[in-house]
């Protein structure tokens, strides 16, 4: 615990700093031109880069929730604790927290990284994802080819566990160590649908 307060990686230090982040990724959707407060803020999601911080989040936060989900996902573990009581945070409540147990990828900052955000659609693929984007968030449609110039990386993907089988293609937008992820089911309905038969 000691190592993780050194980190400012405390719950209770991260709970702190939440309305900053916060404040981070709501500029980062005004820059993208999508305004989100309608839509629900699903959940939160943090990055460490060793396995032993992961060990030690992972079991400090489950103080704060129940463990929804430990999946793998790309060859590690990923963590999914609902929270005891959702975190009321601007216009949005978020029910659940993310944890990812590190792969090969080292990451500048540890700590928050994104918020995923639902915008629901049945869309089954990133191209069809992405008409629905451009027809919900016009200001978004029009600047697709320009986002790189602003220094902001845009990656598609359709990320999922083994059992699951709820469709749930993403667009991810990061840009200065905070990351918006646009999605059509919420967390809670894709870790459902793993025990649908």
């Known amino acids: 615990m000691q190592k993780l307060e050194q980190k400012g990686l405390l719950p209770a230090q991260m709970l702190a700093d939440l ?3 916060i404040a981070r990724i709501e500029a980062l959707a005004a820059e993208l031109g999508l305004a989100l407060s309608e839509f629900q803020a699903d959940h939160l999601a943090l990055r460490v880069n060793d396995w032993e911080t992961a060990e030690v989040l992972h079991q400090a936060w489950l103080a704060y929730g129940d463990e929804w989900s430990n999946n793998q996902i ?4 990923i963590i999914v604790i609902g929270f005891h009581e959702p975190i009321k945070i601007g216009c949005w409540t978020i029910e659940a927290l993310e944890l990812p147990y590190p792969g090969d990828k080292a990451y500048p900052q540890e700590g928050w990284e994104h918020v995923e955000f639902v915008i629901p659609s049945d869309a089954a693929d990133t191209d069809t994802l992405k008409l629905e984007l451009d027809a919900r968030f016009p200001s978004l449609a029009a600047q697709w080819e320009n986002l790189t110039d ?3 990386k845009v990656k598609a993907s359709s990320p999922s ?3 699951e ?3 749930n293609p993403t667009y991810a ?3 200065g160590g905070v990351c918006i992820k646009l999605h059509p089911c919420s967390l809670k309905a894709v870790i459902d649908s793993e ?3």
Not at 74 to 77: A, K, S, T, V
């Open 19 to 21: 309305p900053a982040f």
């Open 74 to 77: 790309n060859g590690r573990p």
């Open 150 to 152: 602003k220094g902001i």
């Open 161 to 163: 566990g083994e059992k």
């Open 165 to 167: 089988r709820l469709a």
């Open 173 to 175: 937008f990061k840009k």
């Open 195 to 197: 025990t649908d038969v």
